[in-house]
């Protein structure tokens, strides 16, 4: 579990120990822990809790103290202005802050690279996230696409609903606080990874120019095969996104954790758990549904690591690897 990484960290556990009643209390004032007496944990119980974590022993932990262990370390930074600012996240950690800003660069010129995935004349208004992986090629989930194109003959189409064919956009903005939008149309769908395929790929064409002219955004670099061989496990990388509610995921960590808001583009930081089993990575950011085809970036070189698809709540987060991308990228698309 994303846990055994946090602890894994003497500083983080460090701040943790030191910041343990604050964030009792701040649970207890938010509301985020329903009935949660402030008096009622201690920093000795959150000492043993972090050594049962380490030694992995399987012993039980308390669920209101697990919820604000989980609410320590594994922060969503609004993305407003093309940037994130630390200062507006409570689940954050100065630590984790600290670390994202010394990337803050790397995550700046990734940002507006990366961008929603809307629709129109469809029950959804917007289904995913996505991402610009080589020029005029956006790389999302195939489970996404699936939303609203399907198989046809040798090609695809974009589904009907009432007669309606379905419209699909790529929107790089859609920030908190913000009803600005920075909109590429989607044109066609280039490839879907088919069924009996075990990775949740696919891409679409993207306008080289958005609906008042803007110039499309640059790709995001892939990392290569050695670079992901040689990139240490329990590296820091950053997930670039658009989180949605989750009926499948705790009501009550959702909140507390995104406040509530949800449908905007976000930035959450964790670190990789495991690379290149079978094509794919393991990450621990707090991710939700809407966070399906979102990057996951390497904080140290900027490059993409992987491509985001789904996860265990409380657990792991998968993602296919870079290499498998560009690898899918060359035989489909550029071929």
Same mark, same amino acid.
């Given at each position: 579990?994303?846990?055994?990484?946090? =602890?894994?960290?003497?500083?983080?556990?460090?701040?943790?120990?030191?910041?343990?009643?604050?964030?009792?209390?701040?649970? #207890?004032?938010?509301?985020?822990?329903?009935?949660?007496?402030?008096? +009622?944990? $201690?920093?000795?119980?959150?000492?043993?809790?972090?050594?049962?974590?380490?030694?992995?022993?399987?012993?039980?932990?308390?669920?209101? /103290?697990? *919820?604000?262990?989980?609410?320590?370390?594994?922060?969503?930074? &609004?993305?407003?202005?093309?940037?994130?600012?630390?200062?507006? *996240?409570?689940?954050?950690?100065?630590?984790?802050? #600290?670390?994202?800003?010394?990337?803050?660069? /790397?995550?700046?010129?990734?940002?507006?690279?990366?961008?929603?995935?809307?629709?129109?004349?469809?029950?959804? %208004?917007?289904? !995913?996230?996505? @991402?610009?992986?080589?020029?005029?090629?956006?790389?999302?989930?195939?489970?996404?696409?699936?939303?609203?194109?399907?198989?046809?003959?040798?090609?695809?189409? &974009?589904?009907?609903?009432?007669?309606?064919?379905?419209?699909?956009?790529?929107?790089?903005?859609?920030?908190?606080?913000?009803?600005?939008?920075?909109?590429?149309?989607?044109?066609?769908?280039? @490839?879907?990874?088919?069924?009996?395929?075990?990775?949740?790929? *696919?891409?679409?064409?993207?306008?080289?120019?958005?609906?008042?002219?803007?110039?499309?955004?640059?790709?995001?670099?892939?990392?290569?095969?050695?670079?992901?061989?040689?990139?240490?496990?329990?590296?820091?990388?950053?997930?670039?996104?658009? %989180?949605? =509610?989750?009926?499948?995921?705790?009501?009550?960590?959702?909140? +507390?954790? &995104?406040? !509530?808001?949800?449908?905007?583009?976000?930035?959450?930081?964790?670190?990789?758990?495991? $690379?290149?089993?079978?094509?794919?990575?393991?990450?621990?950011?707090?991710?939700?549904?809407?966070?399906? #085809?979102?990057?996951?970036?390497?904080?140290?070189?900027?490059?993409?690591?992987?491509?985001? =698809?789904?996860?265990?709540?409380?657990?792991?987060?998968?993602?296919?690897?870079? %290499?498998?991308?560009?690898?899918?990228?060359?035989?489909?698309?550029?071929?």
């Amino acid at each position: 579990m994303f846990q055994n990484l946090i =602890f894994s960290n003497p500083k983080l556990e460090a701040e943790f120990l030191d910041r343990f009643p604050e964030l009792v209390s701040a649970a #207890g004032v938010s509301g985020g822990l329903e009935g949660l007496d402030s008096i +009622r944990f $201690k920093t000795d119980d959150a000492r043993r809790a972090v050594t049962t974590i380490q030694e992995g022993t399987g012993d039980p932990i308390d669920g209101e /103290l697990e *919820a604000i262990i989980r609410r320590f370390g594994r922060p969503a930074y &609004f993305v407003q202005h093309n940037t994130f600012d630390t200062t507006l *996240a409570p689940s954050s950690s100065q630590e984790v802050n #600290g670390i994202v800003n010394e990337a803050k660069g /790397l995550i700046d010129t990734a940002i507006p690279r990366v961008g929603r995935i809307n629709l129109r004349n469809h029950r959804k %208004p917007w289904v !995913g996230t996505g @991402w610009v992986v080589a020029r005029n090629v956006l790389v999302t989930n195939r489970h996404v696409v699936s939303e609203f194109a399907e198989r046809s003959g040798d090609g695809y189409v &974009f589904v009907e609903t009432n007669g309606r064919t379905a419209r699909a956009e790529f929107d790089t903005l859609r920030e908190h606080g913000s009803g600005n939008e920075l909109v590429f149309r989607l044109r066609t769908v280039l @490839w879907i990874a088919p069924p009996a395929n075990s990775y949740d790929v *696919a891409f679409l064409s993207i306008d080289a120019q958005g609906e008042n002219g803007e110039s499309q955004p640059d790709p995001i670099d892939l990392m290569g095969e050695q670079e992901l061989a040689e990139m240490p496990v329990e590296r820091w990388t950053a997930v670039i996104g658009y %989180p949605a =509610f989750s009926p499948y995921n705790s009501a009550q960590d959702q909140q +507390r954790i &995104f406040e !509530g808001i949800y449908d905007v583009k976000r930035m959450q930081p964790g670190q990789i758990m495991a $690379k290149g089993v079978n094509g794919i990575v393991n990450h621990d950011a707090t991710t939700l549904g809407g966070n399906s #085809g979102s990057v996951v970036l390497d904080l140290t070189s900027g490059k993409a690591v992987a491509l985001h =698809f789904g996860g265990i709540e409380g657990d792991t987060n998968s993602a296919v690897a870079a %290499p498998i991308v560009a690898d899918l990228l060359r035989r489909h698309v550029q071929a």
